[in-house]
């Protein structure tokens, strides 16, 4: 048996054919290397993102499984990475803040239609976190847990580090939730430094569609915390 390779075990050569801009040979060598650029910066989203559904559904399996103190344990360990695999996004939406705006504007009608608004992992990702009027996947498995367990979400949060797993695993929500409002956020940022009132190549209305996506994720988790504040103890009690 010959020696597994690093490039045969990571089909880099696969790997590094994908990029593949669309200005190559018609623009100026500046012109292709921005778009290369652009092109990495979107497929490293889209190989993140993978990740980052794959490790959110194993949350959503372990908590639906009532697999105990251990599977609480689990549950916070992928939500952690997955708040961090949200850091690395965020960076990925930063870097491209590096694209020369004359090149883009160069390159920028060879996109035709296609947007990221039809990322199909993005819609994966958004549909498993929920906003701020729909509850999504994860959500739904940690009521269930919290529910097994006796309690109540209100519960957990007036309890803090006294509900054990169940408060690490509440927490590392709100992780996840405010990593994926910090991407929305610098992908806004980047989309109006780059494109101000156009319309996106996806026929949104640019600015505007993308403000309106930008939610709260875990509603009720934030309002139960917000109840802890003296006031409003106070209030419920009168
Ligand atoms: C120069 C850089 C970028 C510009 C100008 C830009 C522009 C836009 C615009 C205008 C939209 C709204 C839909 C449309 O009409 O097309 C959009 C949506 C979106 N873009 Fe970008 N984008 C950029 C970079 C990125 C990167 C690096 C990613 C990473 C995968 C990304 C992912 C997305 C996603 C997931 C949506 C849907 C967002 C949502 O539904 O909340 N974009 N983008």
Same mark, same amino acid.
């Given at each position: 048996m010959t020696d597994l390779t690093y490039s045969e075990y990571l089909q880099v050569d696969t790997l590094l054919s994908l990029q593949q801009p669309r200005s190559s040979g018609t623009a100026d060598r500046a012109v =292709?290397? &921005?778009? $290369? *650029? *652009? !092109? @990495? &910066?979107?497929?490293?989203c889209e190989l993140w993102l993978k990740q980052l559904a794959a490790d959110l559904e194993a949350v959503v399996d372990t908590l639906a499984s009532g697999s105990g103190a251990a599977g609480l344990e689990l549950s916070v360990e992928l939500l952690r990475r997955a708040g961090d695999?949200? +850091? =690395?996004? $965020?960076e990925q939406v930063l870097v491209l803040?590096?694209?020369p705006l004359r090149h883009f504007v160069e390159f920028r009608p060879l996109l035709g239609t296609a947007s990221g608004a039809q990322s199909e992992q993005f819609g994966v990702l #958004? +549909?498993? !976190?929920?906003?701020?009027r729909r509850d999504g996947a994860l959500y739904e498995a940690? @009521? #269930?847990? @919290? &529910?097994?367990?006796?309690?109540?979400v209100a519960h957990v949060c007036r309890l803090g580090p006294e509900a054990g797993g169940l408060h690490r695993v509440a927490e590392a929500l709100l992780d996840v939730g405010d990593g994926l409002l910090r991407w929305k956020v610098a992908h806004l940022g980047l989309m109006s430094r780059m494109v101000g009132g156009e319309q996106g190549t996806g026929g949104s209305s640019g600015i505007d569609y993308l403000l309106r996506r930008i939610t709260l994720p875990f509603p009720e988790l934030r309002y139960h915390r917000g109840e802890l504040h003296p006031s409003e103890l106070a209030r419920s009690a009168g």
């Open positions: =292709v290397l &921005a778009e $290369h *650029f *652009f !092109i @990495v &910066a979107h497929q490293s695999l949200l +850091r =690395v996004l $965020h803040e590096r694209l #958004a +549909r498993l !976190i929920g906003n701020d940690f @009521v #269930a847990a @919290v &529910a097994r367990s006796g309690l109540s």
